[in-house]
């Protein structure tokens, strides 16, 4: 054993290799319980799912099934560790495509049992939220959390590890799906998100007039199908050709989207009476998005953690931390005939 190694396994603290392939990213993480991501490897799909616009299953599947192994030899690398060290296995079982989540389930599964180690399934979902408190020093606190990805967007009052209560989500199209789907109708690469985050940098967010559904609904659900709609209504009409009006459209509908999530992610935390607001998922890359909840919690006084770049879209290293949350809960191992749930919800 290294010394590194023997440092890592003499502080008590689980090792677990966790593996995530929900949708089109295949990751391979291990954590030394919830102080320290040791590895965190994300091998993306985007590019071969590109010329299609969307993810297509069948290809994610056949790709997460080629890539994963290799990928565990990565993590274990990078680690500096060895299949001996891990001390339990965990892998995503929902929400995601179910062929995808197959994969990286199943391969959990028999990595658990050939290792004659402890199962961990992990909800998705349960991952991005606890994902700000990842290298965070105050460890899990109670908060309102906003989810914002490419397949949810939620309000979840978070008491502590597995104590969620779902305060609203959105009633059509989840947030990161409304900047994917108004990406492909101003012509842009898959996914929107990222590219339109990058032209509204330069574009006027008060030059069109978008609509902000549901903001005062007065409960914490969303809707962005009408957001969507009227861009879709507004391509036809302009005097002028696309390009000359692309980034502020990218900015105006960029702060549409913002100032709903903000203002009903303030209003949440002012109802649960917490002081923390989360933010995680996708869509919390989003520059936009961070600069206006940073700014509004320092003006309304609010503490704000929002999950780190890297670790915003879909990766393993927030499914080994919540293993490890809760191992260190004292949480029983899953069966290992327990099936994966593409649809998987966090809480009712
Ligand atoms: O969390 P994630 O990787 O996968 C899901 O669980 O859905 O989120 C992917 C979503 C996509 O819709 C993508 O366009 C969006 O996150 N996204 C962004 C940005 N980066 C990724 N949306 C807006 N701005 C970004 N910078
Ligand atoms: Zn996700």
Redesign the pocket.
């Known amino acids: 054993m290294t010394a590194k190694q023997s440092e890592q396994k003499g502080g008590g603290l689980p090792i677990v290799l966790a593996i995530e392939t ?2 089109d ?1 295949t990751a391979v993480a291990i954590a030394r319980g919830t102080e320290q991501i040791l590895a965190s490897e994300v091998a993306s799909q985007i590019e071969l799912h590109k010329p299609y616009g969307g993810v297509v299953p069948e290809v994610a599947s056949r790709n997460h099934n080629l890539t994963l192994p290799p990928l565990i030899e990565a993590a274990l690398k990078s680690a500096d560790l060895n299949f001996d060290d891990i001390d339990a296995v965990a892998a995503t079982a929902g929400p995601g495509l179910a062929s995808s989540l197959l994969i990286g389930n199943t391969t959990g599964k028999a990595l658990a049992l050939a290792l004659k180690r402890p199962f961990y399934s992990i909800n ?1 979902l349960e991952g ?1 939220l606890l994902s700000p408190f990842i290298d965070s020093d105050s460890g899990i606190r109670s908060c309102v959390a906003l989810i914002v ?4 967007t939620m309000l979840v009052h978070v008491r502590g590890i597995g104590d969620y209560e779902l305060l609203g989500q959105t009633r059509d199209d ?1 947030a ?2 409304a ?2 789907k108004v990406g492909k109708m101003l012509g842009l690469p898959y ?4 590219e ?2 990058r032209l509204a940098e330069h574009g006027n967010s008060q030059a069109f007039d978008f609509p902000r559904s549901m903001l005062g609904s007065g409960d914490f659900a969303f809707s962005f199908s009408g957001l969507k709609t009227s861009v879709r209504y507004l391509l036809p009409k302009l005097s002028e050709p696309l390009e000359q009006h692309l980034t502020d459209i990218c900015a105006s509908f960029q702060k549409a989207v913002t100032d709903v999530l903000v203002k009903k992610a303030l209003k949440a935390a002012a109802h649960s009476g917490e002081h923390l607001i989360c933010v995680s ?3 919390s ?3 936009g998005l961070r600069d206006a909840f940073q700014n509004a919690c320092s003006d309304e006084g609010y503490e704000l953690q929002l999950a780190q770049g890297s670790l ?3 990766n393993a290293a927030m499914i080994a931390y919540a293993a490890c949350a809760k191992l260190a809960n004292g949480e029983s191992p899953s069966v290992l005939d327990e099936d994966i749930d593409p649809n998987l919800s966090l809480a009712s």
């Open positions: 929900s949708c990213e998705h991005h990805s490419g397949g949810h989840a990161g799906e900047f994917d996914p929107g998100g990222p339109i985050d998922g996708g869509v890359c989003n520059r915003c879209t879909d």
